[in-house]
């Protein structure tokens, strides 16, 4: 429940009790036979009572169409999240990274931005800005000239986002998985295949 909401809900409890308190006052001070005046508090109360159920089913039902709305939110969030992270892994599948693909990228991000948080979106729009400008999406891949004009026009090299951290900011955007992977993933999409040359070939396996 939203803190203005608690607010709401404590000041119309202190008036209706307010209020309940003023009746009785001034029952008390009238001529009302006992009969009356415990008809009268009698209907009040039925009034109070019947206010804060309705009052309390309306805030219920909002609660249950938020959470649903946040439930299917995050299920299509999930779902964009996955198309993005399969987009990036297979970017340099072929060891290339064309610029049609850079651009499937940057649209993609577009479409996160309706549902992604403001910090994942800074990361992915880094990521974009790194592709676009140097053509790669790991520093290791960069040339010496590239190396040299990202700390001249970017800054420190380790200011560049990796795949690890692109994955991290999705995982606390999602908030639902524990642990920190900025040192996990790059360390196996970075090993090629066969890299020892122990794979057989053909690689026939009981």
Known sequence: ????????????????????VVFQTLLDNTN???????????????????????????????????KDFRGRLFERKLDLYREFLVLIFSLDDDNVISKDEIQEVENKVGELSLVASSDLIRVCATVVVQLKSYGVLYSRSMTEKQLEHYRTAMGSLDDFVSLDQLVQAIRQDLSVVDGDVTQTIETYVGIPFDRFHMVKNPNVVD
Not at 1 to 20: E, G, H, N, Q, T
Not at 37 to 64: A, D, K, W, Y
């Open 32 to 66: 009302l036979s006992n009969f009356a005046s415990n008809v009268t508090i009698s209907v009040l109360g039925s009034v109070i009572t019947i206010t804060l159920m309705l009052i309390l089913l309306q805030f219920q039902m909002r609660s249950e169409q938020e």
């Open 1 to 20: 429940m939203k803190s203005k909401d608690r607010f709401l809900i404590a000041f119309l409890l202190a008036f209706i009790i307010i209020v309940f």
